[in-house]
T-cell receptor
Framework: GESVGLHLPTLSVQEGDNSIINCAYS??????FIWYKQESGKGPQFIID?????DKRQGQRVTVLLNKTVKHLSLQIAATQPGDSAVYFC????????????FGTGTRLLVSP | NAGVMQNPRHLVRRRGQEARLRCSPM?????VYWYRQLPEEGLKFMVY????????ESGMPKERFSAEFPKEGPSILRIQQVVRGDSAAYFC??????????????FGPGTRLTVL
């Protein structure tokens, strides 16, 4: 069956460091991926997405890398700030489906001042 | 431009009661999705609806759970005869009328259901 998993459940970094959050997916037919940020008591907030015809996409302080060969996705956050502390989820979607997102279990990012 | 609205934000029910969760999608969005999240876990897809139609309910439990998205008004997720295992956060998401490759979903703040 489809599954999305993460290698690190908790990541602790110092303010100003760069953070890397990893995600593995198992559905080779997935062709769209999203990273969400979820703060305590809130709904997931869109960060960045990438389609399978790309290897890399950059946003403001964030970069997503996609390696289709090993079915691996990563989120890089530059100059991590305390406000970045949250749980980060990767989610995948297969275009032949009905926009159903399959979420991983999440990585908690803790940023110390 | 208001985002996805959900109410109530918190709902407490005793075992055997009914729970009704409401979701109003973003303006202009006609696709609604419901997800369930257990503590310390990722979101699990439940159901995908368009106005007056259930498109994909593959994640819905076979019994006690139902969803609707009427022509007028919010989408409703209904849980009958709730049990303690139904305690979770329920999130609604919406997306625009489908465009090729446009698959971003915008999430509401969620309803936290506690079953006593």
């Amino acid at each position: 069956g489809e599954s999305v998993g993460l290698h690190l459940p908790t990541l602790s970094v110092q303010e100003g460091d760069n953070s890397i959050i990893n995600c593995a997916y198992s559905n080779s037919a997935s062709d769209y991926f999203i990273w969400y940020k979820q703060e305590s008591g809130k709904g997931p907030q869109f960060i960045i997405d990438i389609r399978s015809n790309m290897d890399k996409r950059q946003g403001q302080r964030v970069t997503v890398l996609l390696n289709k060969t090993v079915k691996h996705l990563s989120l890089q956050i530059a100059a991590t700030q305390p406000g970045d502390s949250a749980v980060y989820f990767c989610a995948e979607n297969e275009s032949t489906g009905f926009q159903k997102l399959v979420f991983g279990t999440g990585t908690r990012l803790l940023v110390s001042p | 431009n208001a985002g996805v609205m959900q109410n109530p934000r918190h709902l407490v029910r005793r075992r055997g009661q009914e729970a009704r969760l409401r979701c109003s999608p973003m303006k202009g969005h006609s696709h609604v999705y419901w997800y369930r999240q257990l503590p310390e876990e990722g979101l699990k897809f439940m159901v995908y609806l368009q106005k007056e139609n259930i498109i994909d309910e593959s994640g819905m439990p076979k019994e006690r759970f139902s969803a609707e998205f009427p022509k007028e008004g919010p989408s409703i997720l209904r849980i009958q005869q709730v049990v303690r295992g139904d305690s979770a956060a329920y999130f609604c998401a919406s997306s625009p009328i489908g465009l090729a490759g446009d698959r971003e979903q915008f999430f509401g703040p969620g309803t936290r259901l506690t079953v006593l």
